[in-house]
């Protein structure tokens, strides 16, 4: 899944898992604009621009990350300065001392489209004079929908002059989740045309860079390239990185999106590894059938000295692959000993998800794939992350006191390639012996 903007949950990776690199991208006008140069002739004069990032119901789950940047603002936040337009930047419904005369507001997954609305609603009431523009990945895949929150303009795309600018890291100096790290691309779009994924509507034409050494402003970086190592110039990149220091000190990397291991060969994965990336992923997008082909990505990972435990697969559930042909998948990891980075599908054009894994739920409440049912999708899930917490402790059973990370006993135990009672009621239904 090395290409996505999936619509994503995930318990060891981040809510976000690959889509939320598209928020980076500075985006263009939908409708009433035709282009850039249009856009820019209403922004002659200076003026008070509000950016706004909703608060989205993003999990802390990364190893990294404290919080996700809102960088497509940030960029946009650089270019608007060197028009000479005063900027600020806001997390959510806030009043403050400032009267802009144009209000921006980042958006993110379309089922998150509430806190976009609510976004709106909040800054229209707030400054009815000011003109509220919206951007982002829901704009992006549904801006006719966007459009009925109430805002005046949607931003489809990316702004090219704003995507060349520095992002304006400066603002997020009162960020409320302090930061560490640098995120960077090298390239744009994708190679690659998943269906359930929509870089290739957002970001249509694949471009790089050359080289990124003169951008390096921490010693830790996060790629968020949609597929990173389709950049022709990957390993002059890699050596790059391999041969900076930033403020005396070597520089560290992830991938946020994986590696698209079909790329992967011994001496791209041993510059990888020389270039100080952590923790790599991987993706099995496909069937089971696919497994020898994973098995000798995750051995060329293996052999460049990566321990198997903080090597990650991605699995997308909840869609065209059944819980029985998922669950095959979760054991060969098991068998592996690599986590899994599992990521629960909905539509792009899905505006709403009130999944709850505490209470029994209908498509009414979320998305279910025709050939899941709820019960299967809370399985797997609870599955997924007993079996990472075994893998990452090194030990065969699971427990609650060994998540817990307490001596106690627990009644609990489980192992991995066991049955679940959701399983044995399946092999009842179906008067069969055998579940795989």
């Not at 870089?199 to 694949?206: A, D, Q, R, S």
């Not at 629960?344 to 794939?369: A, E, G, M, V, W």
């Amino acid at each position: 899944m090395e290409n996505v903007p999936i619509q994503t949950s995930l318990d060891d990776f981040s809510e976000v898992y690959k889509a939320y690199k598209l928020l980076s991208a500075p985006s263009l006008p939908h409708s009433s604009l035709n282009s850039t140069e249009k856009y820019e002739m209403e922004m002659e004069v200076a003026q008070n621009i509000l950016l706004v990032q909703p608060e989205f119901p993003i999990a802390n789950k990364s190893r990294w990350h404290k919080s996700f940047l809102p960088i497509g603002l940030l960029k946009l936040a650089s270019y608007y300065r060197k028009k000479g337009h005063n900027v600020k930047l806001v997390y959510g419904r806030n009043n403050l001392n400032f009267k802009p005369n144009k209000v921006m507001i980042s958006s993110l997954f379309t089922y998150w489209s509430k806190h976009v609305w609510d976004c709106v609603k909040h800054y229209k009431q707030l400054y009815p004079n000011a003109r509220v523009v919206v951007g982002g990945i829901y704009a992006s895949l549904m801006p006719e929908h966007c459009k009925q929150s109430g805002c005046d303009e949607v931003f489809v795309g990316v702004h090219k002059e704003a995507e060349k600018c520095e992002p304006a890291y400066d603002l997020l100096k009162n960020n409320p989740h302090p930061i560490d790290y640098q995120i960077i691309h090298t390239t744009r779009g994708c190679v690659r045309r998943c269906k359930f994924c929509g870089v290739w509507k957002i970001e249509p034409k694949f471009e790089y860079k050359k080289s990124i050494k003169n951008e390096i402003r921490r010693n830790q970086l996060v790629f968020y390239d949609n597929n990173l190592l389709a950049n022709p110039d990957i390993e002059n990149i890699l050596e790059e990185i391999a041969n900076t220091k930033h403020n005396g000190r070597a520089v560290y990397c992830e991938s946020q999106c994986g590696f698209d291991g079909r790329l992967l060969n011994p001496k791209l994965t041993k510059l990888i590894k020389t270039a100080r990336f952590q923790y790599p992923k991987i993706a099995w997008d496909h069937s089971y059938s696919e497994h020898k082909n994973i098995k000798k990505q995750l051995d060329m990972l293996i052999n460049a000295s990566y321990s198997h435990k903080d090597i990650s697969v991605f699995m997308v559930y909840n869609w065209d692959h059944d819980f029985r042909e998922m669950e095959k998948k979760r054991l060969k990891c098991w068998e592996w000993k690599v986590q899994i980075s599992d990521c629960r599908y909905r539509p792009l054009d899905q505006t709403y998800d009130n999944y709850n894994p505490r209470r029994k739920q209908t498509s009414k409440d979320y998305f279910i794939h025709p050939k899941w049912t709820d019960a299967e999708v809370k399985q797997f899930r609870k599955n997924v992350r007993r079996q990472n917490i075994c893998v990452r402790m090194g030990t065969d059973t699971y427990s609650k006191s060994l998540e817990r990370k307490k001596n106690a006993e627990s009644a609990e135990r489980w192992n991995p390639s066991e049955i679940t009672p959701l399983q044995q009621k399946m092999l009842a239904k179906h008067h069969s012996a055998k579940f795989f």
